[in-house]
């Protein structure tokens, strides 16, 4: 029961994610009136269980009111519930109907059953009472469940809905699918990238990493290739178009998210499962209770004593209850069924930029040549750096500061396209380029490099003189290694592995650091969704990672868990967001979900333990319908009181 019916609502999403469509990104981002329509309906669907469980208290307590109160006749006390039962009972047993016919046996169908037989046997307000339990379980839930047009409303939300064209001496802004291919365009800075292109003027950095999982900012300069959706940097750049806007980088993975949404596994509740089995034991009973007795009554005080509130209830109680937790951790819930499924996962699969790394460049090895002091080339290279806005500047400068290194003015600095970085420092002419604009220049035989190793590095030359090669890798972070260590003896994986964007080489270099033996690299979206859903049709999956690009590998998982608030496209998609940068606090939501599921599993299972005693005493004669109602109300108290355990801290939280 706990789920709202599933069907019901992928059919609507489905509707409104089609309105989300890469038109709306071409467009407006205003959204158009179908779009406003479809919301306003998945609004009005996710707040009928609500308005259900509103209307049934209501009914109840005037009910009580013209009966008890006013001494009204009954047939007149019963009119506020038969309206109940009408508007609210109906809708409820409606689609439980439809549940039957696709063969979906889950314990809110004795709710179903109970309802049609207090109708047909006139205990108008036994019926009322189990709607109440019915909906309401459905309306603690509804809340928390997000829409999934929200994926994709987000994209088009980030992507400009304007490109600013060059005609002549003019710019103009103009939509973006007014924009042919072999256009002039100018992207402003700290913009974004509207369409994919070639750099044809200009010299600065984009941040790409959302997109293709490289933990850098790309160095841009006439000839370089530009993806729609990167963030440009501090200076401008004029682009030639390579590709339409439908044909974009940014549309493609668009169509990624949409067709992830549409195939996202249906995952069976923890309320379902146990129903599976409490629902045919509580029908059989009641039926041989009716059979032996020769009363139908006694049917219907065993069917609405056996309603499984504990199920309908204190699941989702213990489950808001855990969502509170989460989030005085910053751990944003924003599926509920997360917290049910992380501990039957058995496949971890992370993303390696800003997951297991910081995702910034660290200076981690300079290899310095004969004849020069480590020192001093570092403190020259640092002095140049202050003067670049190259993006392994900034790890030069950091390496610098630790080892508290002053820095003296460097003066005749430049920083020609592509041809790295040159300026004098205390009197040392310096240049600091790439390997590649080395090999073209005449160096001395005697000045040999040290060989490749395939990850981020730089050259500096002293005095006309190769001095040194700074190489850089994406540092993991200090927990990683123990986070990854820990995860099988303790939360039970059976595997861990790296699914990333970045190159092999620099994926391989720190799965060696954090002890991960499997990885797939230089993966675009489609293809880590692809390699997700394979490992989930084995196992269930646990994904986290924290960028665009992972978005739809994110939806294809059990589990999608993005990290940070790195994009408000990874947070939407994801059913768990953990706010802060830390693997700490995904052990965390781990240990809460296991402690979620053991608290919750008390409450039902001794629910249901209690229910059954109550069903056999009706089953004897010794309970009347509504004294089965009253009965399994006192049953919901104990175990939802149990359940708001799942809402204070425990002693032990984490195991990092």
């Known amino acids: 029961m706990l789920r709202v019916k599933v069907k019901g609502r992928r059919e609507l999403v489905t509707m409104v994610a089609h309105q989300v469509s890469i038109a709306s990104v071409l467009k407006m981002n205003q959204p158009s009136f179908r779009d406003r329509f479809c919301e306003v309906m998945t609004n009005i669907w996710s707040r009928r269980t609500s308005l259900i469980a509103s209307l049934a208290i209501a009914a109840i307590l005037l009910h009580l ?28 047993v409606y689609e439980l109907l439809r549940k039957l016919l696709r063969r979906e046996f ?91 292109g070639v750099v044809i003027e200009g010299h600065g950095v984009m941040d790409e990493s959302f997109l293709t999982g490289e933990p850098f900012k790309i160095t841009k300069t006439s000839g370089s290739t530009v993806i729609s959706g990167a963030i440009n940097g501090e200076t401008a750049l004029t682009i030639r178009t390579t590709k339409r806007a439908a044909d974009s980088r940014y549309a493609k993975i668009m169509e990624v998210m949409r067709e992830s949404e549409e195939k996202r596994p249906r995952l069976r509740r923890l309320g379902d499962q146990l129903g599976a089995i409490y629902t045919p034991v509580a029908v059989a009973l009641a039926i041989l209770a009716w059979v032996i007795s020769g009363e139908a009554i006694r049917f219907l005080a065993v069917m609405v004593i056996a309603t499984p509130c504990p199920l309908l209830i204190a699941i989702p109680v213990a489950i808001i209850g855990s969502i509170s937790l989460c989030a005085r951790r910053g751990i944003i819930i924003k599926s509920p069924v997360v917290l049910e499924q992380v501990t039957e996962c058995r496949t971890a699969i992370f993303d390696k930029t800003g997951t297991l790394t910081y995702g910034e460049p660290k200076l981690t090895d300079q290899l310095i040549a004969p004849g020069f002091l480590q020192l001093e080339v570092l403190t020259l290279a640092a002095s140049l750096e202050r003067y670049s806005k190259h993006p392994l500047a900034r790890a030069i400068l950091a390496a610098a500061k630790n080892q508290e290194i002053e820095l003296p003015e460097a003066t005749e600095v430049n920083e020609a396209p592509g041809e790295g970085l040159r300026g004098t420092v205390s009197g040392h002419p310096l240049q600091i380029t790439s390997r590649s604009k080395l090999n073209s220049q005449t160096i001395s035989s005697d000045e040999q490099l040290p060989p490749s190793a395939g990850g981020l590095e730089c050259v500096v030359l002293m005095d006309h003189r190769y001095a040194a090669t700074f190489r850089f890798r994406d540092a993991p972070r200090a927990d990683s290694r123990s986070f990854v260590k820990h995860l099988g003896p303790k939360h039970h994986f059976g595997r861990v592995m790296i699914v990333s964007g970045d190159r092999e080489s620099e994926v391989r270099y720190l799965a060696d650091q954090v002890g991960i033996t499997e990885i797939d690299a230089q993966k675009n979206p489609e293809e880590k969704r692809d390699i997700v859903r394979q490992e989930t049709a084995k196992a269930k999956t646990l994904y986290v990672g924290d960028g665009i690009n992972d978005a739809p590998a994110m939806m294809a998982a059990t589990v999608g868990m993005a990290i940070g608030q790195n994009s408000d496209v990874t947070a939407e998609a994801a059913g768990v967001v953990v706010m802060e940068s830390s693997l700490k606090r995904v052990d965390e939501f781990m240990h809460i979900s296991r402690r979620m599921r053991t608290i919750a599993l008390q409450s039902a299972v001794g629910g249901m333990a209690l229910s059954i005693a109550g069903m056999l005493l009706a089953a004897l004669g010794h309970l009347r319908p509504v004294s089965g109602a009253i009965s399994q109300e006192i049953i919901d108290v104990l175990a939802v009181l149990n359940a708001l355990r799942a809402a204070l801290p425990p002693k032990v939280i984490h195991d990092l």
């Open 65 to 92: 009111i013209l009966r008890l109160g006013l001494r009204t006749d009954p047939g007149r006390a019963e009119i506020p519930l038969l309206a109940a039962l009408a508007l609210g009972g109906a809708p409820l």
């Open 106 to 196: 889950g314990s809110d169908l004795l709710a179903g059953i109970s309802i049609v037989t207090s109708v047909l046997l006139g205990e108008y307000l036994a019926g009322s009472i189990v709607v109440l339990m019915l909906a309401g379980g459905e309306a603690l839930e509804t809340y928390a469940l997000k829409s999934a047009s929200s994926v994709l409303r987000a994209l088009a939300k980030r992507m400009p809905s304007l490109a600013h064209r060059k005609q002549g001496s003019k710019i103009v802004d103009v939509a973006l699918d007014a924009i042919s291919v072999g256009e002039t365009l100018v992207v402003y800075p700290h913009d974004i990238c509207p369409l994919d």
